[in-house]
């Protein structure tokens, strides 16, 4: 028999088990007696019974999913409903509901970078931003982390359109890019700016109304926003935010919105009920980074190398990606569940481990996080 013309997988199976990078799922039970650290549900709003009535709510009125794509049978009236709400929130004219935020990132990138464009895109971007950017039509340029002059200058070697792209919260250190700054850099050379706040909606901002609100971009001309409704609102999906004239742009050319089943009900159901929640307690938001302020304090005077936090994010660095796994294992074996980051998810190949500062810890649960991590560590 000829031999398998996947047989190549088995050298790079064995190639991750030699660096240590052997990833494997782990199902959890529905009820788990873990302390939640490695989730992104910020304000604590996954299982929030306001939330999940809602979500059931919506899939008994609209059924279990949305039948077709956004275009033929896929838009309800909660959808619209949806981005209408979330645009008046976040302080843009506009939103495009997507069936995840890295839908949304690929449409963002690519419906808004083609044939002769320039994408400039920061070194620490997700890889949602990092797959747009290979799948537009746009030349790209990466720059240096966080750098407005380095944005500055790839911008000044182009002459035809242009947008910058970054996070506005890196996902593996929690840090806030300099939006200010870039959309200076931009507004100099006239390029648009796309921000992805996914780790900023619910978070950063007025009441967590996003990074780009705390800035002064919300609802400015050259700013697009795209969000993620899995991570502060406690559901699943994703949006854009921007112009009219932008949002118009993608429902007729964004492949991931054309050709995608829109997002079940259920899941707008939630996301809307979220945002109304915040709404009514936008207190939330500093909680989440009052969390995030003293679990990175404490870990610190444990004398653990933790990066400040921006937003709700905290890492916490590691030796190796094969001390990392086992850090975060023997955090699992003492009852709390930490993100494990390696090598290819960090871009600077620092392993770490990544805690979710949510809004509804207590007192308590911090002592114990901070008590089982450092003593897991020694």
């Not at 700013?223 to 699943?236: M, N, P, R």
């Not at 994703?238 to 004239?245: I, M, N, S, T, Y």
């Not at 649960?365 to 996080?369: E, G, L, S, V, Y």
């Given at each position: 028999?000829?031999?398998?013309?996947?047989?190549w997988i088995?050298?790079?199976?064995?190639?991750?088990?030699?660096?240590?990078?052997?990833?494997?799922?782990?199902?959890?039970?529905?009820?788990?007696?873990?302390?939640?650290?490695?989730?992104?549900?910020y304000?604590?709003?996954?299982?929030?019974?306001?939330?999940?009535?809602a979500?059931?709510r919506?899939?008994?009125?609209?059924?279990?999913?949305?039948?077709?794509?956004?275009?033929?049978?896929g838009?309800?009236?909660?959808?619209?409903?949806?981005?209408?709400?979330?645009?008046e929130?976040?302080?843009?004219?506009?939103?495009?509901?997507?069936?995840?935020?890295?839908?949304?990132?690929?449409?963002?990138?690519?419906a808004?970078?083609?044939h002769?464009?320039?994408?400039?895109?920061?070194?620490?971007?997700h890889?949602?931003?990092?797959?747009?950017?290979?799948?537009?039509?746009?030349?790209?340029?990466?720059?240096?982390h966080?750098?407005?002059?380095?944005?500055?200058?790839?911008?000044?070697?182009h002459?035809?359109p242009?947008?910058?792209?970054?996070?506005?919260?890196?996902?593996?250190?929690?840090d806030?890019a300099?939006?200010?700054?870039?959309?200076?850099?931009?507004?100099?050379?006239?390029?648009?700016?796309?921000?992805?706040?996914?780790?900023?909606?619910?978070?950063?901002?007025e009441?967590?109304?996003?990074?780009?609100?705390?800035?002064?971009?919300?609802?400015?001309a050259d700013?697009?926003?795209?969000?993620?409704?899995?991570?502060?609102?406690?559901?699943?999906g994703?949006?854009?935010?921007?112009?009219?004239?932008v949002?118009?742009?993608l429902?007729?050319?964004?492949?991931?919105?054309i050709?995608d089943?829109?997002?079940?009900?259920?899941?707008?159901?939630?996301a809307?009920?979220?945002?109304?929640?915040?709404?009514?307690?936008?207190?939330?938001?500093?909680?989440?980074?009052?969390?995030?302020?003293?679990l990175?304090?404490?870990?610190?005077?444990?004398?653990?190398?933790?990066v400040?936090p921006?937003?709700?994010?905290?890492?916490?660095?590691?030796p190796s990606?094969?001390?990392?796994?086992?850090?975060?294992?023997?955090?699992?074996?003492?009852?709390?569940?930490?993100?494990?980051?390696?090598?290819?998810?960090v871009?600077?190949?620092?392993?770490r481990?990544?805690?979710?500062?949510?809004?509804?810890?207590?007192?308590g649960?911090?002592?114990?996080?901070v008590?089982?991590?450092?003593?897991?560590?020694?």
């Open positions: 028999m000829a031999e398998s013309p996947f047989a088995d050298e790079q199976a064995r190639a991750r088990r030699r660096a240590g990078l052997v990833r494997t799922l782990r199902p959890r039970p529905a009820d788990t007696p873990l302390l939640d650290l490695a989730s992104n549900d304000l604590g709003l996954a299982r929030h019974p306001e939330i999940t009535e979500a059931a919506a899939a008994r009125v609209w059924g279990g999913g949305a039948t077709g794509s956004r275009l033929v049978t838009s309800t009236e909660l959808h619209a409903e949806l981005e209408r709400e979330l645009a929130f976040c302080g843009f004219e506009s939103a495009l509901v997507f069936s995840s935020g890295y839908a949304a990132n690929l449409a963002a990138v690519t808004l970078a083609p002769g464009s320039l994408i400039v895109s920061d070194a620490g971007n890889a949602s931003l990092i797959d747009g950017c290979r799948l537009a039509r746009g030349a790209t340029q990466v720059v240096a966080a750098d407005p002059e380095a944005v500055r200058k790839a911008l000044g070697t002459s035809g242009a947008v910058v792209v970054s996070d506005t919260v890196f996902s593996v250190d929690g806030a300099p939006l200010t700054g870039l959309a200076g850099v931009c507004r100099e050379s006239g390029a648009g700016l796309v921000v992805d706040d996914a780790h900023g909606l619910g978070v950063l901002g009441g967590g109304r996003g990074a780009p609100h705390a800035a002064g971009l919300a609802g400015a700013v697009v926003a795209t969000v993620t409704l899995s991570k502060s609102f406690g559901s699943q994703g949006a854009v935010l921007g112009p009219a004239r949002i118009e742009h429902v007729n050319a964004a492949r991931t919105f050709f089943t829109g997002l079940a009900p259920a899941a707008a159901g939630a809307l009920a979220a945002l109304r929640l915040l709404r009514r307690e936008p207190e939330r938001a500093a909680r989440a980074r009052a969390v995030a302020t003293e990175h304090t404490r870990l610190t005077a444990e004398g653990l190398e933790a400040r921006d937003a709700a994010v905290v890492s916490v660095r590691a990606p094969e001390q990392a796994v086992r850090w975060a294992a023997d955090c699992r074996e003492a009852g709390l569940a930490v993100g494990c980051f390696r090598p290819p998810s871009p600077d190949g620092i392993s481990l990544r805690l979710t500062a949510r809004a509804d810890l207590t007192g649960q911090i002592d114990r996080a008590r089982v991590i450092s003593e897991a560590r020694r």
